[in-house]
């Protein structure tokens, strides 16, 4: 019997695809064992900016079914250039908000828990590490970085991190390495340094080899566009999802 509108037969295997399926063309790639493990993860997102903001994106859409956004911020306009969630109808609205309407909006049935602060030392004992499935870095700070890492590494679970992204033009330079492999990246050789003295061996890191476009900033913001850190991110979810569907 020909299959029905918006379905299709799995090449053979006995089995009918809804094509009205949101998550169907992923399932089609990785299988129906692999979108059951990434509906049951649950991935901390520390950090919903010009990177988290796309990592949280690209894990939506893939069907991660469990989510925990930590940060502090709000959306201004400054945020505009570069931040998936950044509108002038958000301008104001707590980014972790704005980013679970989002999720919602894309996958009704997720699980989204908002933590409105800084993550620090002070607070890391109020974070649940052992019960996320995947960890991703996506923060500004030394120190909070190096406290998110140091602490699931702690809880054996896997981690990946954002190195710098600003003040680059080359979304092609971007890669995945280990943080020991890295090169041309201010940040990475900062959090090389801290990790080295806490005992880290390794460390995933996304990062840029590209020379900083301007080689002496004059004060402490860091130029930005569009399409760097959105890539970034967009490489962290693959990475996150790669993993998990083994």
Known sequence: MAPSSGSRPDHGKGQVILMDDRFTRTRMLLGDEAMERLAA???AVFGVGGVGGYVVEGLA???IGSFVLIDHDKVS????NRQIIATE???GQSKTSVMKRR???INPTAEVEERQCFFLPENAGEFEFSSYSYVVDAVDTVTAKLEIIVTAKACHVPVISSMGTGNK?????LQVADIYETKNCP???VMRHELRKRGVESLKVVYSTEEPAIPSLPDKVIPS???VPSVAGLMIAGEVVRELAE
């Open 41 to 43: 993860a649950k991935v």
């Open 61 to 63: 859409r893939s069907g």
């Open 77 to 80: 306009k400054s945020n505009i």
């Open 89 to 91: 109808q958000t301008i």
């Open 103 to 105: 999720i919602l909006e």
């Open 169 to 173: 033009l080359d979304p092609a330079k």
């Open 187 to 189: 940040l990475a050789k």
């Open 225 to 227: 566009v569009a399409f």
